[in-house]
């Protein structure tokens, strides 16, 4: 299973912008997708998970600002980021926890190559 993210660049505060991430590979079912930011000198932090029932989760500090989305049959998931500040800036990675196959018992966790989001005037 491999996750290709794509979607970062720079953006005036204020500004928007929407990153996307495509699982392929061998992928029997999503249990759930997910977005983490790392900012420079700070460790990895969790911004947005969905669930295969379709519900979401937000860390506090951007909560009416970022929205995730999915789109199962793509097995694709976005975060449409909005009203964005300085303190977004970071390398965003989507993270996805997979069963490969009918036969898995669980899912596998695997995590996409990271795309640098830069909120800067």
């Known amino acids: 299973v491999q996750l290709q993210a794509s979607g970062g660049g720079l953006v005036q505060p204020g500004g928007s912008l929407r990153l996307s991430c495509a699982a392929s590979?061998?992928?029997?079912?999503?249990?759930?997708m997910a977005w983490y930011r790392q900012a420079p000198g700070k460790q990895r932090e969790l911004v947005a998970t969905?669930?295969?029932?379709?519900?979401?989760k937000y860390a506090d500090s951007v909560k009416g600002r970022l929205s995730i989305s999915r789109d199962i049959a793509k097995n694709t998931v976005h975060l449409q980021m909005n009203s964005l500040k300085p303190e977004d800036t970071a390398v965003y990675y989507c993270?996805?926890?997979?069963?490969?196959?009918?036969?898995?018992?669980?899912?596998?966790?695997?995590w996409g190559q990271g795309t640098l989001v830069t909120v800067s005037s």
């Open positions: 993270q996805a926890n997979i069963r490969e196959h009918t036969w898995s018992r669980i899912g596998s966790d695997y």
């Open positions: 590979g061998s992928i029997f079912s999503v249990n759930f």
């Open positions: 969905i669930y295969k029932g379709g519900s979401t």
